[in-house]
């Protein structure tokens, strides 16, 4: 192999010299510049909005690739833990030792078929009702003409139900015999078609064919509705934080600060809007 490599280097060497004398001076090589990748992992809830960003940040930033690895659950925390993705835009909850930045707020709707109406539920109610201990809906105030309470859920893993889990359930455990959602698509089209049905959506992502419940925290609390106000405001008690996570803080000129704050201002906020109720800008910290 070492001796064709050299026959080779000879043959381009006579090659060019007997070229030399019959061609322009040549000219200084044009330094192509290298486009920068910035990775995040998302998940069902983020996925459209960072699409959306990425989009937006690219045409004025033509050397920034901005790659998005959709994930819809715990697979998140676990690239992050083992550094195989550097940040995750995400409304999962971060553990103790991430770092996170915050870019908006979203709620969890509890949702029902819409031949099921009921007047407001809370806390205690909605853990008796996904755990499977009260499976009749006429335990609670409001009109149905089903009887039978359907419990639909994410899968096990699921972002979403890992917040759902954590704001409602606490230690109990969601029922065994719940349905099980694969996408909070599939979740809402579960619910608006599984007569009795009741389960948990974004808000960002809910539609007219299901039904919401208020919320209360506890049983002498007013139930609250959910809406972008009611989560501005900060009295609808299913909210989480919209985040950029990750294990370590973006360093100024590596391409993710400049991004991560690009999207915490102006046109990034305003994309941000669309789907979330942004952070107050005096929230931000620069």
Not at 92 to 101: E, F, H, R, S, V
Not at 194 to 222: C, D, F, Q, R, W
Not at 268 to 278: A, F, M, N, T
């Amino acid at each position: 192999m070492q001796n064709v490599v050299r026959c080779t280097r000879h043959t381009i060497a006579i090659v060019a010299f007997a070229l030399a004398g019959c061609r322009a001076p040549l000219q200084a090589p044009t330094v192509t510049p290298e486009i920068v990748p910035l990775y995040f992992m998302t998940d069902d809830s983020t996925n459209p909005m960072l699409q959306e960003l990425a989009t937006a940040y690219q045409q004025k930033n033509d050397l920034v690739a901005i790659v998005n690895q959709f994930d819809n659950g715990s697979n998140i925390q676990i690239a992050l833990s083992q550094r195989t993705i550097p940040y995750a835009i995400t409304t999962l909850i971060p553990q103790d030792n991430d770092w996170a930045a915050p870019l908006g707020y979203e709620g969890i709707a509890i949702i029902t078929h819409p031949n099921v109406i009921i007047d407001r539920l809370t806390a205690q109610e909605l853990r008796q009702i996904f755990s499977g201990t009260v499976n009749s809906w006429s335990e609670f105030e409001g009109r149905s003409s089903e009887s039978q309470i359907v419990v639909v859920s994410r899968e096990e893993g699921a972002v979403l139900r890992t917040n759902f889990q954590h704001l409602v359930m606490g230690q109990r455990p969601i029922s065994a015999g719940a349905r099980l959602a694969p996408t909070s698509q599939a979740m809402l089209d579960i619910v608006a078609n599984t007569p009795g049905a009741i389960g948990y959506v974004e808000l960002s992502l809910l539609n007219n064919k299901v039904n919401t419940v208020p919320v209360a925290e506890y049983a002498n609390t007013l139930a609250i509705s959910i809406s972008r106000d009611t989560i501005a405001d900060g009295s609808y008690p299913l909210q989480m934080p919209v985040l950029v996570i990750g294990k370590n803080p973006p360093e100024i000129g590596d391409g993710y600060y400049e991004f991560i704050l690009w999207a915490q201002q102006g046109e990034g906020r305003s994309i941000i809007s669309r789907y979330y109720v942004p952070v107050a800008l005096d929230n931000i910290n620069q």
